[in-house]
C-alpha cells in the first residue's frame, strides 16, 4: 500500500507570495492533518480535515488555510508568506477515528527568502 | 497550555543494549498516547501507540508504558540497532476531537557502534 504522498518536496518563495501544498493519503484513509515542523517550535498542529469538512483547526493565523476534496486528497496554502512560515509541512492521513494512528508523509520544506 | 515534554533532548547507547526514552505529559485528559521514530529527511514514522486505559504495550522489540498517576510515558527499545538511530517524539491526543496531537520537543537516538 502507498503511503502518504506531499508534493512538491521542496520549494523556495519569496516574502509575500502564495504558496499550495498538496497531499495524497494513503488509500482509505479519509482523514488528513498538516503540521508544521520548524526547529524551535517542534511540531505544531495545523488542521484536520474528514470528508471534505474541517474537523479541527489549531492556533495559526488565518493566512493558512486547507480544504479536502472528494478523493480525500487535500492542499494547503499559505497566503502572504512570511520568512517565519519557513518550515517543513507535514502531511498525515488515517482512517479517522480518535484513537487510529496518524501516518506521515515525508513532507514539503518551504524556504521564505 | 497542553504541552509534552522529554527527560532528555539526547540520548546515547551502545549497538546492543536497551533503550529508554521517556516523557512526561501535562494534560491529564489526554487518552491516546503515541510514539513516533523521524530519520533524517523523512516524515514521522509510527512505532507504537497506547490508551489511557492500559499502563504497557509491547511491540516487536519496542515497549511502551504509561503511568498516568505522574503522567509519565516512556519507550523501551530491546537490543538497540544502528537503524535505530533517529529523533523519537511522543504525543499525546487531548480529548479535544480527533486527530490532534500535540508532540514533544523530541530525543535524539544515537547508537554507538
Known amino acids: 500500500k502507498a503511503g502518504v504522498t506531499q508534493t512538491p518536496r521542496y520549494l523556495i518563495k519569496t516574502r509575500g507570495q502564495q504558496v499550495t501544498l498538496s497531499c495524497s493519503p494513503i488509500s482509505g484513509h479519509r482523514s488528513v492533518s498538516w503540521y508544521q515542523q520548524t526547529p524551535g517550535q517542534g511540531l505544531q498542529f495545523l488542521f484536520e480535515?474528514?470528508?471534505?469538512?474541517?474537523?479541527n483547526k489549531g492556533n495559526f493565523p488565518g493566512r493558512f488555510s486547507g480544504r479536502q476534496f472528494s478523493n480525500s486528497r487535500s492542499e494547503m496554502n499559505v497566503s502572504t508568506l512570511e520568512l517565519g512560515d519557513s518550515a517543513l509541512y507535514l502531511c498525515?492521513?488515517?482512517?479517522?477515528?480518535?484513537?487510529?494512528?496518524?501516518?506521515f508523509g515525508n513532507g514539503t520544506r518551504l524556504t521564505v527568502t | 497550555g497542553e504541552s509534552v515534554g522529554l527527560h532528555l533532548p539526547t540520548l546515547s547507547v551502545q549497538e546492543g543494549d536497551n533503550s529508554i526514552i521517556n516523557c512526561a505529559y501535562s494534560?491529564?485528559?489526554?487518552?491516546?498516547f503515541i510514539w513516533y521514530k523521524q530519520e533524517s529527511g523523512k516524515g514521522p514514522q509510527f512505532i507504537i501507540d497506547i490508551r489511557s486505559n492500559m499502563d504497557k504495550r509491547q511491540g516487536q522489540r519496542v515497549t511502551v508504558l504509561l503511568n498516568k498517576t505522574v503522567k509519565h510515558l516512556s519507550l523501551q527499545i530491546a537490543a538497540t540497532q544502528p537503524g535505530d538511530s533517529a529523533v523519537y517524539f511522543c504525543?499525546?491526543?487531548?480529548?479535544?476531537?480527533?486527530?490532534?496531537?500535540?508532540f514533544g520537543q523530541g530525543t535524539r537516538l544515537t547508537i554507538n557502534p
Open positions: 480535515y474528514f470528508s471534505e469538512t474541517q474537523r
Open positions: 494534560n491529564s485528559a489526554s487518552d491516546y
Open positions: 504525543a499525546e491526543s487531548p480529548n479535544q476531537g480527533a486527530q490532534k496531537l500535540v
Open positions: 498525515a492521513s488515517s482512517v479517522g477515528d480518535r484513537s487510529s494512528p496518524l501516518h
